[in-house]
């Protein structure tokens, strides 16, 4: 899969042709390579890829061709030296933490995550003795006093636009500040895809996705990757995943690459349809507060300015009242899916609290801001007028 792929492409050139060329039978559509186990040319080659002095391919847990071409176009897309793709963005967060700590290590993250990846922290790492301190990560110093007082402190870990609140946080200045303490900054990069957004272009280490969101789109895949340097992706590849067994699937990665051929448009069409019914909600008697980076009254929407070139199709907003006009709400709506996971063509809308936060005790979400009225849009690209209709006659009936 070594084609010819051009630094100087621009994104959207690299999402159709950054995998790095077609197929040996000259299928422009790259097959897809179904199979567990790859046949050895005899038995001193199968010994020999064993052994590292063969190049080639020898079971599918290992790897693949066709995962092999997403991982380089995903590399490609976030400006890194490689990538693994792995089974899903929880089995990409896991890997990548793993790959820095080991017991008796801890690392510092921000406290608004993904419920899983809260809970991941919170519950799953410290039964292998990895201990994660979670502070407020929009406070530099709360970060920076966490990191002084944890022990081994191996990595700073955080989300932006975090989920489900859009608290924009600052790369360039948490990179900064985790490098003077020799952290690896891992960056979940989700909300933003490498189309909004290059965490990268700022220092940081190491890049996570959960690829079922906006690089898939289409709602029809689980997975995740893990971007970084070609050493860091070797030693999570070798001394982990390879024995944790999370890898990608050839279809997942198949339709991961069809995804990103229209990441660059789809992603077009979600912010300008979100940033409209921001504008909108931000003016409705019937919501109280709306959370969306590209609105001025975002309290980060400065840093959204420097670190993104555009605010991504994910809106919360808190509505007047309470949750129990909030399920009215979601009830009385048409178009969209009332469902969790994010970044598809369908408008998605839920409750945080509720489903994809419920891992949080209430007064954790309470200081991670995640208020109980709290719903969150995931914007599609339907028509935005349509949009806008459905979410006006909804309004009307709570
Ligand atoms: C920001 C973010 N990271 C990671 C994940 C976990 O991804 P997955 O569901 O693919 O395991 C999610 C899931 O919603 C997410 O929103």
Redesign the pocket.
Known sequence: MSGKVKDSWRIATKAIHGFGGGDPTGSVSLPIYQTSTFAFKDSQHGADLFAGTAEGYIYSRISNPTVDAFQHEIACLEGGEAAQGLA??????FNAVMTVCRTGDSFVSSDT?????YALFSHVLPRFGVIAHQVDGTDLNKVEDAIKKAKNCKALFF?TP??PTLAVLDIEELTKLGHKYDLTIIV?N??ATPILQHPFDFGVDVI??????YINGHGDV???CVVGDKKFIKSLHDDILVETGASMTPLSAWLLLRGLKTLPIRMKQHCFNANRIAQFLSFHPKIEKVHYPGLESHPGHKIAQKQMSDFSGMIAFEIAGGFEEGKKLMDAIELAAVA???GDCDTLICHPAST?QASYTPEEREAAGIKDNMIRLSVGIEDVADLMDDLNQALRKI
């Open positions: 899903s963005g929880m089995a990409a967060s995550l993904y419920g899983g990846t989300e975090a989920n979940d989700t909300f996570v996705h959960s690829t079922t969101k689980v997975g995740g969790v996971s994010l994809t």
